[in-house]
């Protein structure tokens, strides 16, 4: 009795009981391709993980001069640091998966089209402030990988034509990657990108509330009564939440049997170690800009700079895509967008393959 | 992948409810274990500092190197395990060592050498200097003493 009386007080105020019947009447389309639609969630859920995960490295973590020896302490010296630093750095490369699937999943049922256009726009940035995430957070410990790896990928922002220098010292604090990167990197990582973060995916996550999830183009085509869905509440739910238990579990698994190493403490006037390489989500452009710099006239500066320029248009074509394949009838531009996305998968996959071969 | 809601009213024979207790009882341990495990690592973690502390507690001698050289009527501050604590070379050679801690509210104390008095600045306790006891103020309690002995090379101070 007395639950009713304060649901009632509170549902007076919030409008508790319009929320229940929103969630009630929510439903999930069923079809062969629903498997996909866990992945945004799972996506969400390792974004959680690394907000509780990093407020807990934030506990004893310090930025600046002493980044590396208190990285040390947390991995060598707190009780299971180790594990939950292993775990942060597993979920983020993880989260990084699981948005690439979510958008190629909805590159190819072309969720993109009217009225999701917004999701995608969203979903993009969402993913751009994501690998700015996993680059700032890969200086925070100042290892030697640390160290270059920030040192290499800054060297892109510094081939742009005349302002490239600029930008790059901006971001360095200095000519050269010191504690003041690792500081200026730390309010990017825990300030400025979770404040820019939070509203992008809170509106990511209304629109998905406002337009439902989408079927893919055959899926639509069919008459409604030939249509399947499942209610939201409490089956979809239900299994979302498997979803993130499973997640949970082989993150676990991964965090614990592969510990996250920590090298010797970054220092420039040590070589750079052997087999040195990017990241697994940064090496397929990485390779990319080494290979466009392998054609023969495309060598040297202004090769480079052709490089990112051709990267950028492909980037800005993918990310427009909503725009011009806007037409329901699958005619010559949807195919021709299909085309494009397989490509992108194989252009993704190969470069990578290729970054791990030729690692010396 | 054709799931629809499940609308058929459950039947339970009657053996039924017991199975369906157990297996209640079953996932819900299972789901406290797994709780705790979580939990375990991220209590231990944040604990650390606490139980480093705890460690350090467990000192029971310090040794000031040099110690032997403060001038009479000085006091010198040092760490007993984490705790401030206090060395004090009277004016009349006496040497004495405290606990620094107000028994208060745990305010670091000062000792004050023309008042000849342990005065603290929080709450305007009181200690006397040579035997630690709580003169006026709130103090509820006095300091602890400890052990003091001076040798040519320093000043071992211990629990009593």
């Keep these: 009795m007395t639950s009713k009386i304060v649901y009632n007080w509170i549902d007076e105020r919030l409008g508790l009981s319009e929320l229940a019947a929103f969630a009630r009447h929510k439903t999930v389309p069923v079809h062969s391709q629903s498997f996909w639609y ?38 060598f010296v707190m009780h299971f640091g180790w594990l939950i630093r292993s775990a942060h750095a597993w979920s983020a490369s993880l989260m990084i998966f699981s948005i690439l699937v979510h958008m190629f999943s909805v590159f190819f049922m072309k969720a993109y089209r009217k009225p999701r256009e917004f999701g995608w726009l969203s979903g993009m940035a969402l993913l751009g402030i994501a690998s700015v995430f996993g680059f700032s957070g890969y200086l925070l410990p100042m290892d030697e990988l640390s160290y270059f790896a920030t040192k290499v990928g800054l060297e892109i922002p510094a081939a742009i034509p005349f302002i490239g220098p600029a930008i790059a010292s901006m971001l360095r604090g200095g000519l050269d990657v010191s504690e003041f990167t690792v500081q200026r990197f730390f309010a990017l ?25 989408a079927a893919p183009p055959s899926v639509e085509a069919l008459p409604p009564s030939e249509r399947k869905s499942m209610p939201f509440m409490p089956n979809f ?45 940064f090496m397929s452009p990485f390779e990319m800009l080494k290979l466009l710099g392998m054609i023969k006239w495309l060598q040297g500066e202004s090769g480079e700079i052709v490089g990112i320029l051709l990267f950028t248009l492909g980037i800005a074509l993918w990310i427009l895509i909503p725009f011009y394949d806007n037409k329901k009838e699958s005619g010559q531009r949807a195919r021709a967008a299909h085309y494009f996305g397989l490509l992108a998968v194989i252009l993704l996959l190969a470069t990578t393959a290729i970054g791990y071969w030729t690692i010396r | 992948m054709t799931e629809q809601t499940n609308l058929v009213p459950v039947v339970e024979e009657p053996g039924e409810k017991n199975t369906r207790r157990a297996f209640l009882a079953a996932a819900g341990a299972a789901g406290l274990a797994y709780t705790a495990a979580l939990a375990y690592p991220i209590y231990r973690y944040l604990a650390s500092p606490a139980e480093m502390a705890m460690n350090a507690t467990a000192v029971t001698e310090v040794t ?74 709130p103090p509820p309690k006095p300091l602890k003493l400890f052990k003091v002995a001076v040798s040519d090379t320093g000043v071992d101070v211990s629990r009593a």
């Design chain 1, 38 to 75: 866990y992945w945004g969630g799972i996506s969400l859920f390792l974004f959680l993980v690394q907000c509780f995960t990093g407020v807990l490295l934030l506990v004893y973590y310090r930025p600046g001069a002493e980044a590396y020896e208190s990285v040390r302490q947390i991995t």
């Design chain 1, 237 to 281: 739910l239900r299994k979302d939440l498997a979803m993130w238990l499973i997640a949970l579990n082989i993150l676990a698994l991964l965090a614990s049997v592969f510990p996250w190493s920590l090298g010797k403490q970054a220092d420039s006037l040590v070589p750079a170690p052997a087999g040195i390489h990017p990241e697994w989500y």
């Design chain 2, 64 to 137: 000031l190197k040099d110690a032997q050289k403060l001038p009479a009527g000085s006091v010198l501050m040092f760490k007993f395990g984490t705790a401030p604590a206090m060395l004090i070379h009277h004016a009349d050679g006496r040497w004495v060592g405290l606990t620094a801690v107000c028994t208060h509210l745990g305010c670091t104390v000062q000792y004050e050498p023309q008042a000849d008095r342990i005065h603290c600045a929080c709450h305007g306790g009181v200690y006397n200097p040579y035997t630690g006891a709580n003169v006026s103020g």
């Design chain 1, 189 to 213: 990582h825990v300030v400025v990108l979770p404040a820019i973060f939070l509203p992008l995916l809170g509106f990511h996550l209304w629109l998905v509330q406002r337009h439902g999830n």
